[in-house]
Structures are given as C-alpha cells and as structure tokens.
C-alpha cells in the first residue's frame, strides 16, 4: 500500500523548507529530472522529530542539476564536490540543501572510503551504499506520486518497531565506523539493536582490525560524544564499542562526578574529553592525535603520576600550567579534591610584581628571580599579602635576610 507523507511533509518543515524543496522540485519537473528527499530528514519526517538538515537525490547530474537551480531560480551553489557530483545549494530565503547524484559504492578494503561509481544510477541501487534500513526511505518530489514514500528495505517497519538494523552481513566489514553509528541511532531515538545486526556487531568486536585506517572511526567517535545524553561513555563500554580503538579504557566512569567538574566549566571539547578516558591506559595509541590533544594525553599521565603535598603552593604549581580539559580527565579518574580547591581558590592568584620591579629595588638580573616570584606567590596562596606595595615590601625582607 502506498503510503503519502504530504501531511508530514507540511506539518513538520518550516516555512523556509517547503518553499526551497518545492523550488526545486518544479524546476526538475520541467526538465522531466527525477529528485527525492532522502536519508535522515525522511526518517525524522516519520518520527515527528525537528528537521535541520535536507538531503535531495538526484537521478542523474546533482551538479548539472544545481546549476539549473541556478539558472532558474534565486540561489547559488555553495560548494561542490566534482567527484561524487554532489552540491550545496544556498536559497534566496537563507535556507541550505545538500543535492547528491544517485551512486553505486564498493569497498576495496575494510575501513577505507568506498569508491563511487554509476552515477545517475536508479534509486534503488543508490539506497544500498546506505548503513541502516531508517536511512534509506525516500520520498518522491516529482511525478504523480509526489510525496509518496519510497522503501525499498522495509525501513519504515524498523522505525515502527524502534530497531537499528544495517543492510548486508558485511556491512560492519566494510565501514566498523557503522558500530558506533549504530549506538549513536540507538541512545539518540530510544531503540533497540536488530537481533542480526548485534550478532553481527560483536562478531566484529571480538577481534577489530586496528590496522585500518582510523580516521573515519575517530571522527563517528567524536560525533557520538557530542549527542547531549547520560551514560553516553559507559555505554560504549557495556556493548565493547570500545575496543574499536582501545584496549585498557579506563572503566569507573561516575556520571555525578562529571557534573561536579563540569560546574567549572573546563570541559572545552567534550568529545576528547570522553575518548582521553578511552585511550588513557593504553600503551599504543590507534587513532591519529593532534599534538594539542597528545598534550593533554601526556598532562593527563604526568597528574597521575605527580604527588604534592595539601601545601596551596604545591597544589597550584601541579595545576597551574596544565590544559583544563586535562584537569577534568585526571578528576574524572581521581576523584582529587585538592583539584576543587585549585578551581574554586587558587586558580586566579596572580603576582602583581615582574622583572622590573625587582630591578628597580637594586636586584641584578638572574636566575634566582624565578625563586623569588615563588616566595611571593606562597605569600599571596596563603594571604598574607594582597596588593603590588605589599608584593615590594616582602621582596625586600627576604633580601634583608638573605634569601
């Protein structure tokens, strides 16, 4: 039976949306163009969830397409990508819509991009490059059958019943980065794996390749952390998603710990933040790190390694000069309060007096200023000095006495 989503299409898209697509659309029912919304606005249409990104199949040219648009209507052609034929299209109403060719995709090899081929193809064999049967529903946007949905893998069925489920057996092989998206469908709408495809997902966990290339994985990984949910790390650790790029993750995650840190606000990249936990006890690292987030990792490993003593100035010289997105880490882990007392008292103290003023007093320069700043700092951790004047005056005793 056919099924029309009209009613979804006007009830659930802004204003701005349905002006744009239906645009296009007459532009391509008069050039006899086939196009389709596709992928996740489909599904959230479905789902009654807020659209934010549209996705249109073209059958045929997606940029020949665009520069249709372009003629035709007021818009422009954002980006272009030549060698998949895909192109963005900025609207006279300020609104952006992604326009891609139908392809055909392969995998030569396991965690590599696939390679596109039979551009223009049909929408059925465009749908099965795609990772899971929710994101292969289309709905049609020219013809008699406006509106009408497209469902080639009984996706529409998965939604109803609140299942992930993926196309083909070799569907993790192909792209292992799928597993995590996997997750990330499954906290984001509430479901529940398909019975197959977490066969299939643990199969490939009992024994990952981390020798594939690992940037695809790191970047699914880092939009996963993004999604604002609970449990979102422990989670990763409950289904061995984990052991896609660590071996040893650091395993007592507290979620009341995390919020008492994040009242600090020194969580500058939450995603990091999660993936640091995850690689933290690992002697091998597999994914590719910049080097700020290779800082963090050492400064992560030197706090856990660092004593000191409850002493403010000791406390403040392990924290002082380190990223806060590594403080957060080594409190996840330690549950160190002397870290507390860093955030909330310590962390702003700062000496009024520099070089100069130490010159002006009748010091030459040398490497012992470096040990008077310190002597002033301990002061000032401990109030016992407050302004610049009090500062000049304690430097002055301790050259009274020798120090």
């Known amino acids: 039976m056919a099924l029309s989503l009209k009613k979804e299409f006007d009830g659930c898209l802004s204003e701005d949306f349905k002006t744009a697509i239906n645009s296009a659309a007459a532009v391509a029912e008069n050039y006899g163009i086939k196009i389709y919304l596709i992928g996740g606005v489909v599904r959230d249409l479905i789902m009654h ?14 940029v020949d397409f665009c520069r249709l648009l372009e003629q035709n209507l007021c818009c422009k052609i954002s980006a272009l990508q030549e060698n998949l034929l895909t192109a963005k299209v900025l609207f006279d109403n300020n609104i952006e ?23 223009g193809c049909s929408l059925e064999k465009d749908v099965k490059r795609r990772d899971f049967t929710i994101n292969t529903l289309a709905i049609t946007l020219t013809g008699d059958d406006k509106f009408l949905l497209i469902d080639y893998y009984n996706g529409y069925s998965d939604i109803q019943n609140k299942l992930v489920r993926i196309l083909h057996e070799k569907s993790f092989i192909d792209d292992p980065s799928r ?10 709408f509430n479901f529940e794996f398909e019975d197959k495809t977490y066969t299939l997902m643990q199969q490939y966990l009992s024994k990952p390749d981390k020798s594939i290339p690992m940037e695809r994985i790191k970047n699914e990984l880092y939009q996963y952390f993004s999604i604002p949910k609970k449990d979102i790390y422990n989670n990763l650790l409950k289904y061995g998603i984990y052991k896609l790029i660590s071996d040893k993750p650091y395993n007592q995650f507290d979620e009341n710990r995390l919020d ?32 700020k987030e290779m800082k963090i990792i050492k400064e992560i490993k030197d706090l856990l390694n660092s004593k000191c003593n409850n002493k403010k100035f000791e406390i403040y ?31 702003y103290t700062k ?40 500062e000049i005056n304690f430097v002055k005793q301790l050259i009274k006495k020798g120090e």
């Open 49 to 62: 969830s807020s659209v934010k990104d549209i996705d249109i199949a073209v059958e045929g040219n997606a």
């Open 97 to 119: 819509i992604d326009f891609a060719s139908t392809r055909e995709e392969k995998y030569l090899k396991s965690g590599n991009l696939p390679e596109a081929y039979n551009f």
């Open 260 to 291: 008492e840190i994040q009242k600090y606000n020194i969580i500058d990249n939450i995603s990091f933040f999660y993936t640091s936990l995850l690689i933290i006890n690992d002697e091998e690292i597999f994914i590719n790190l910049t080097a």
């Open 351 to 390: 000496i009024l007096i520099n070089g100069k003023d130490l010159i002006n007093i009748g010091l030459n320069p040398s490497p012992k200023f470096s040990k008077i700043f310190d002597e002033v700092l301990k002061e000032k951790l401990e109030n016992h000095i407050k302004t610049k004047e009090e």
């Open 179 to 188: 597993i995590i998206r996997a997750l990330k469908f499954k906290l984001r």
């Open 317 to 347: 010289k392990k924290y002082a000069d380190k990223e806060k997105l590594a403080l957060a880490v080594y409190y996840i882990m330690t549950n160190d309060k002397t870290l507390i007392l860093f955030l909330e008292k310590l962390r």
